[in-house]
């Protein structure tokens, strides 16, 4: 049973334009997301959270949007850069545990 | 500051022998996490400690797998003996007391033969 899902494994950006990273969950008793990125060889790095009673947080060029009732959330970064090309994971998390998703790999293309 | 630590960052092995891992999360940290990510997913949860005690170690296949963190600092994971699915990347990750965040280590790729 997949509580976080990431249902577009890949996505391909021009550099410039908006990015936009989805996720969905089914656990409503999760009390944060949160997103990471991870480039090859590396361990993921924390990119942005959210709690579960706000509906956006943003910062800098990364903005996380919630919608509580749809139970789903976006990562949008903009304006998207060839740095940024990495495998992005969403993550739920409750009582300091986190359950991740498969990860989108983000293509930001010159 | 430094971050988290783990060590060897690639282990070759043939299944049925044993191997260990090692991390140091970033100083201060009281909760570590060791988790497993097979290629194409996202990393799982095997065990979680609080200082030198175990708060969740229910995704962890006892039968093979074992940790410690005696002193509540560094942290050791232990596969005996490993069989061909256990190959993936053990990551360690910290958090800080009150923090949403882990911090993540870069991890160990077991390969089983």
């Known amino acids: 049973d997949q509580q976080v899902k990431q249902n577009s494994p890949s996505l391909s950006v021009q550099e410039g334009r908006i990015s936009i990273l989805n996720c969905d969950y089914t656990?409503?008793?999760?009390?944060?997301f949160l997103w990471y990125k991870k480039y090859p060889a590396e361990g993921p790095t924390f990119l942005i959270s959210i709690s579960s009673i706000k509906d956006k947080n943003e910062d800098g060029r990364f903005t996380v949007f919630l919608n509580k009732s749809a139970k789903h959330l976006s990562l949008h970064i903009v304006p998207s850069q060839p740095g940024d090309s990495a495998v992005y994971f969403c993550?739920?998390?409750?009582?300091?545990?986190?359950?991740f998703g498969k990860g989108t790999k983000l293509s930001v293309k010159p | 500051e430094a971050g988290v630590a783990q060590s060897p960052r690639y282990k070759i092995i043939e299944k049925r022998q044993s191997v260990a891992f090692w991390c140091n999360p970033i100083?201060?940290?009281?909760?570590l996490y060791w988790y497993q990510q097979i290629l194409g997913q996202g990393p799982k949860l095997l065990i979680q400690f609080q200082n030198n005690g175990v708060v969740d170690d229910s995704q962890l296949p006892k039968d093979r797998f074992s940790a410690e963190r005696l002193k509540g600092v560094d942290s050791t994971l232990k596969i005996q003996p490993a069989k061909l699915e256990d190959s993936a990347v053990y990551l360690c990750a910290g958090r800080a007391e009150g923090a949403f965040e882990q911090f993540f280590g870069p991890g160990t790729r077991l390969t089983v033969l």
């Open positions: 656990n409503s008793m999760f009390d944060y």
């Open positions: 993550a739920g998390g409750s009582q300091g545990n986190l359950i």
């Open positions: 100083s201060g940290h009281a909760t």
